[in-house]
């Protein structure tokens, strides 16, 4: 079966820190760009970072940037978003997806092969 899986939430108070997994089973991360989701209670899904096939390249949005930081270990087959200094509005549902490209495009368009079934994080004190 072919499936991404993502684990490491929970609840953190603000400034706190949480590392989520996304792990890959029925097939390789290699040649896909991979990327983490989100989507609050009434809101829209957003795209949060995203790490090129390679893992040379990265892209955050703007409400991320400096402190959450996407990496990938092909070797595991899994890829870790860390994240620091966490706010009550980074709360939501993470998904994890992979693109069968080499560079972050469809992947941040939406347009990818496989989804997570998504991580609660809730920041609050």
């Known amino acids: 079966q072919l499936q991404l899986e993502e684990s490491g939430g929970g609840l953190v108070q603000p400034g706190g820190s949480l590392r989520l997994s996304c792990a890959a089973s029925?097939?390789?991360?290699?040649?896909?760009?991979i990327g983490w989701f989100r989507q609050a209670p009434g809101k829209e899904r957003e795209g949060v970072s995203c790490?090129?096939?390679?893992?040379?390249?990265?892209n955050y949005a703007d409400s991320v940037k400096h402190r959450f930081t996407i990496s990938r270990d092909n070797a595991k087959n899994t890829v870790y978003l860390q994240m620091n200094n966490l706010k009550p509005e980074d709360t939501a549902v993470y998904f994890c997806?992979?693109?069968?490209?080499?560079?972050?495009?469809?992947?941040?368009?939406?347009?990818?092969?496989?989804w997570g079934q998504g991580t609660q994080v809730t920041v609050s004190s």
């Open positions: 029925g097939f390789t991360l290699d040649y896909y760009a």
């Open positions: 997806a992979a693109a069968a490209e080499s560079g972050c495009r469809l992947l941040w368009r939406g347009e990818v092969n496989y």
């Open positions: 790490v090129d096939s390679s893992g040379g390249s990265f």
